[in-house]
Nanobody, 120 residues
Framework: QVQLVESGGGLVQSGGSLRLSCAAS????????MGWYRQASGKQRELVAS???????NYADSVKGRFTISRDNAKNTVYLQMNSLKFEDTAVYYC??????????????WGQGTQVTVSS
């Protein structure tokens, strides 16, 4: 089993910053792409940002210039630095990773989610 454990969510005022962290652990052989998704109340889950093991990044247009994704491959950890937060960034943020476990099975893994609430 591979587990993703998130931390760093919370309540922040509009214009503030938060940093999310997600660490993968367990029977990991290789982790490829890691990323963050979010789901606001009544809306579909959407990609926020992703980063490959080689460092290539991808961002949703709505967060470009405000959010920065990074990862520490040695620690199988991905971070999301969120600056200039807006009310519309309020959502449950989910960590996602894909990769092979030690038995060679390729899977898509999800964290339990962490709430980010931005007050206007």
């Amino acid at each position: 089993q591979v587990q993703l454990v998130e931390s760093g969510g919370g309540l922040v005022q509009s214009g503030g910053s938060l940093r999310l962290s997600c660490a993968a652990s367990g029977n990991i052989l290789s982790i490829y792409t890691m990323g963050w998704y979010r789901q606001a109340s009544g809306k579909q889950r959407e990609l926020v940002a992703s980063v490959t093991s080689g460092g290539s990044t991808n961002y949703a247009d709505s967060v470009k210039g405000r959010f920065t994704i990074s990862r520490d491959n040695a620690k199988n950890t991905v971070y999301l630095q969120m600056n200039s937060l807006k009310f519309e960034d309020t959502a449950v943020y989910y960590c996602n990773a894909d990769g092979h476990d030690v038995w060679g099975t390729f899977k898509d893994y999800w964290g339990q989610g962490t709430q980010v609430t931005v007050s206007s």
